[in-house]
């Protein structure tokens, strides 16, 4: 140190302990998991903004798809016992109400075929469909009818509907067609079934051959979807069969079908009961609405109100890569990044003699976590491999370069280029492992932590060095 004009040395300025750099730079990591935590945000909200778009380009479409039914509605009337108050007497009377009676089919065949396309807008894609659903109904009524309480004699079969549910009625193409027992039907609008929120069509039907046998109905329905169709089964046996040349799909809900999947396409069958269902063929009341799974909910997949034991399946039509979603992935092995990087720095500084202070820490810690946003940016554009490469390449680089000054080495500089070289390059595996990447990450982290344990096993945490002190 310098000496004063009274002849006195300076007091020399202490080094922090091992120990205390340990605990800094520890800190410093923690507080960048704020902008690391802002990131993932970013990515949501992108996510976000790019289904927005994605709903936007397919309004007037047709939505995700639920279909439902058909129904046989039956009219009919019932006595309604109330008791009320009046001048302070209760007075029970006797109202005759008009009531609703839903049959579901004995057994339903249904064929449909998914034609699919892309339709985009800017950097935005989603997959859409048409679709020709075709199939046949039987009804009865059931041997046991007379335990439903409801006397025949008070039912309406001249009034008869046959209902439909069509969670979108938007999606609707023109040219459909129901006939029963060969007779065409006039459809309408509207008048859907519960299970679609009471979206559809319908038709009035005389259904009067009900009370003697058998009706067959027969339709063909055409109608446009996005993304998933989900079939609500309600017959004794529904026997679905569907198939498209869209080779990603998803098949979900409370049942999963017998399926071929290649690259050419797929096709798949449901056959379901009402027993597996656990409904009856006949009800007093809709059925429960069935919500197309949202991805605010979850992909690929489908949602029925809690305890209302009404069943779906649903067959998505996957992207096979969601960059939004690898990307969020990759953020969360953010803290691999920033604690590997600042190992190495670290072990620079209290084996190697190279002092450095903590604001050369944050920098680098930024450089880290910029990384992200230029993956997500990159991704939007090129896809998501492309843009790893080119986010990587771009931080290595800089923090390679400024670890040349920080260090005063190229030498050095190169190592720390060659670790982060490394572990992007183990970070990919990883994103692309899914099955093993818990075991993967769990290896390096312990390796790392070997190797300093390992490096530093002589290093005396507690010392304290001082530099121009004199003896």
């Not at 479409?61 to 639920?66: K, L």
């Not at 659903?133 to 309480?149: C, H, I, W, Y």
């Not at 409370?254 to 797929?266: A, C, D, H, I, Q």
């Not at 084996?351 to 993956?375: K, M």
């Amino acid at each position: 140190m310098t000496e004063t004009e009274e002849g006195n040395l300076e007091e020399p300025r202490k080094e922090r302990s091992p120990g205390a750099k340990f605990l800094l730079v520890l800190l410093t990591g923690f507080l960048l998991t704020i902008p690391l935590f802002a990131s993932w945000l970013l990515i949501y909200d992108r996510q976000s903004q790019s289904e927005t778009a994605q709903q936007s380009i397919v309004t007037g479409w047709g939505g995700e798809q639920v279909f439902a039914g058909p129904k046989i509605v039956l009219p009919y009337t019932a006595k309604v016992t109330e008791t009320v108050e009046e001048n302070g007497k209760s007075v029970t009377r006797t109202n005759t109400v008009q009531r609703e009676l839903f049959i579901a089919p004995e057994t339903m065949k249904i064929d449909s075929t998914l034609l699919t396309n892309v339709k985009t807008r800017s950097i935005y894609e989603v997959v859409v469909y048409d679709t020709n659903v075709t199939g046949s109904a039987r009804f009865n009524l059931p041997e046991d009818f007379e335990r439903s309480g409801i006397d025949p004699a008070d039912i309406n079969f001249a009034r008869a509907e046959i209902r439909f549910g069509l969670s979108d009625a938007r999606g609707l193409a023109c040219d459909n067609k129901i006939t029963a027992d060969g007779q065409k039907l006039v459809l309408q609008p509207g008048k859907g079934l519960g299970e679609t929120g009471n979206t559809g069509f319908f038709s009035w039907l005389d259904a009067s051959a009900l009370q003697d046998g058998e009706m067959a109905i027969d339709f063909d329905v055409k109608f446009r979807g996005t993304e998933s169709l989900t079939m609500a089964p309600d017959a004794g046996e529904t026997e679905w069969t569907v198939d498209s040349k869209w080779p990603h799909p998803s098949f979900t809900g409370g049942f999963l079908p017998t399926n071929e999947v290649s690259e050419k396409g797929f096709n798949a069958k449901y056959v379901i009961t009402n027993l597996a269902l656990g409904t009856s063929l006949i009800s007093t009341a809709a059925g429960q609405q069935i919500q197309p799974q949202t991805k605010s909910r979850g992909l690929n997949s489908y949602y029925v109100e809690p305890g209302s034991g009404a069943e779906s399946v649903t067959v998505s039509l996957i992207q096979p890569v969601d960059l939004y979603d690898q990307v969020s992935r990759a953020t969360k092995y953010g803290f691999l990044f920033i604690g590997f990087t600042f190992v190495a720095f670290l072990l620079f500084d209290l084996i190697g003699g190279v002092r450095i202070s903590s604001v050369q820490y944050i920098l680098v810690g930024v450089a880290l976590v910029l990384f992200f946003i230029l993956l997500l940016a990159f991704a939007e554009i090129i896809g998501f491999a492309l843009a790893y490469i080119a986010a990587s390449a771009a931080t290595i680089g800089l923090i390679t370069a400024y670890a040349a000054s920080v260090l005063s080495s190229w030498r050095r500089a190169s190592i720390i280029g060659g670790l982060l070289a490394a572990l992007y390059g183990v970070i990919y595996i990883l994103l692309s492992l899914e099955a093993y990447s818990l075991l993967i990450g769990a290896l390096l982290i312990f390796s790392a932590l070997a190797g300093v344990m390992y490096v530093t096993r002589r290093l005396d945490w507690s010392s304290t060095l001082s530099r121009g002190r004199n003896a």
